[in-house]
């Protein structure tokens, strides 16, 4: 009789095989690989492509990596795991992976799991570069797949907003009118600068290249699955953690969390967005114990069905843009961050207009006054600077802030209930019990302490240069008032609006 999978321990599934990761030196990479180390304890070795960069050999970035917080328990309960991290020189944009032969061979004799994580998540970045970032490396991935001798498991990372298209987004595999082999050949042989002027009608509906080169990479997957046990899993918006191995870890600006600091810190005034759609966003532990249990899943099976998951908050906990800013600015009050540029305030809307006059009069003209301020003191101007990356990254975003889409999520709260005992303790995610609020406590704690490298030490002085901002906030919109009906008094606006009062009320 077949066992069921809920039943075979995920541990030993993972021991003694050897794992070859993609994008381990990014947020959900790093995050992976602590993972398995500390709740895999037994798997013989994680190959990690690494590229050199910005004079940094891949050993030196490899301990960069590793001496982030984020490895911190694993430091101090497992130590001799670091030893099982096996850095391995290439670039996923270079053909072929940019692997040596030796390497090559090695990864093909010794891989019985592959992560494919890494991508370009720039929206901005350019048709070519994209491709070969995205798509061209998924199909490199495969072909050095279908060379290894021990595979089990090819886990692609995806994203939920490759169908955008579409209203609803279900678990399957969706046929493209695209054809990844002609989009590599072309990005291989067309001029760049040629390309980027076609790159609008090369995308047709599809929002930036980042979406759709991801879309492309589906497609690869699907094609080389008829020859390798491939599993999808397509997340959302991955933010910080919940508690796992520690609450409120991140290590970028994406999403909500970098919302909530903008907003925090008083640089965010404005928000280009419809305040009552659902933010689908989900911790990046989640996301991890997903990505974990899919390959799992995936690699005790032997027919050639292709998984596709949503790592996604439908069927759990969903929040509005609205709601989720509103609870930012209360827990900011609380722990507010250090140095705020003024008091934390957030108006949200969906009118293009309407938002960019506001950013002209709230973020543009003030930043303005201040860099002049700055200047006078000898510091370096730098808020028109900040706020220009402030109004090019929510116009970035803007597709994504004012669309709704229905990511359907059924594979993974099945997979998550059908747990055994033995597997929810180090696996297991509760769902249905999730405080949201709390949740976003952590994320902003976590973004003080891991982002922006402020110490909760300093909270007292923290609550108090918020409190001073707090005042010269009540002060200027005082004097502003003041000054708008002084000057409706001189122009006789003031009385005449008071004639038509009384006259009504009368």
Request: charged share 25%; glycine share 4%.
């Amino acid at each position: 009789m077949e066992t069921k999978n809920e039943n075979v321990y995920v541990p030993a599934f993972y021991a003694n095989r050897s794992i070859f990761i993609t994008g381990g030196t990014g947020f959900l990479g790093k995050a992976l690989i602590e993972k398995l180390l500390r709740s895999c304890p037994d798997v013989r070795e994680i190959f990690v492509l690494i590229r050199p960069k910005k004079g940094l050999s891949v050993n030196d970035r490899l301990n960069k990596i590793l001496s982030n917080k984020l490895f911190d328990l694993l430091r101090s309960r497992q130590p001799s795991a670091f030893d099982k991290i096996v850095p391995v020189t290439g670039y996923v944009a270079k053909e072929n992976l940019g692997l040596l032969p030796s390497d090559r061979e090695m990864l093909i004799d010794r891989v019985s799991i592959i992560f494919h994580v890494a991508a370009s998540v720039r929206f901005d970045e350019g048709l070519k570069d994209a491709i070969f970032n995205n798509t061209r490396s998924t199909r490199d991935i495969c072909i050095l797949a279908s060379e290894m001798k021990n595979l089990v498991v090819l886990l692609h990372v995806s994203s939920t907003y490759t169908q955008t298209d579409k209203l609803v987004v279900d678990e399957v595999l969706y046929p493209s009118k695209f054809d990844w082999k002609k989009a590599i050949e072309v990005a291989e042989r067309v001029d760049e600068h040629v390309l980027r002027i076609l790159t609008t009608k090369y995308l047709e509906n599809m929002p930036n290249t980042y979406t759709f080169t991801k879309r492309l990479a589906e497609q690869v997957i699907s094609d080389y699955s008829e020859s390798l046990p491939c599993a999808i899993i397509r997340p959302s918006i991955v933010i910080s953690t919940t508690y796992d191995p520690m609450p409120g870890w991140i290590d970028n600006f994406n999403g909500p969390v970098g919302m909530l600091i903008g907003g925090g810190k008083g640089i965010l005034r404005v928000l280009w967005s419809d305040p009552n759609i659902n933010s689908d966003y989900v911790p990046v532990d989640v996301t991890i114990k997903a990505m974990i249990l899919i390959a799992w899943k995936r690699g005790i099976r032997k027919d050639k069905i292709t998984d596709v998951c949503h790592c996604s908050s439908s069927l759990m906990k969903c929040m509005d843009v609205k709601t989720i800013v509103e609870i930012g600015l209360d827990i900011v009050k609380e722990i507010p961050l250090n140095n705020v540029v003024w008091k934390p305030r957030t108006t949200i809307t969906k009118n293009y207009f309407v938002y960019y006059s506001l950013v002209l009069i709230l973020h543009i003209i003030p930043a303005m006054f201040l860099d002049e301020i700055m200047k006078l003191f000898g510091v370096q101007p730098m808020l028109v600077r900040l706020q220009r990356k402030v109004y090019v990254s929510n116009r970035a975003l803007s597709y994504f802030l004012l669309n709704q889409w229905t990511f359907r999520n059924q594979n993974m709260i099945t997979m998550l209930d059908n747990l055994s005992a033995e597997n929810q303790k180090d696996f297991g995610y509760p769902y249905k019990d999730v405080d949201v609020v709390q949740y976003f406590k952590d994320g902003i704690i976590g973004a003080k302490l891991y982002l922006l490298n402020e110490s909760m030490d300093e909270l007292e002085a923290s609550k108090r240069h918020y409190n001073r901002m707090k005042r010269l906030d009540t002060i200027v919109r005082v004097i502003f008032a003041a000054i708008v009906l002084w000057i409706l008094y001189r122009r006789n606006v003031l009385s005449y609006i008071m004639d038509i009062f009384l006259s009504f009320a009368y």
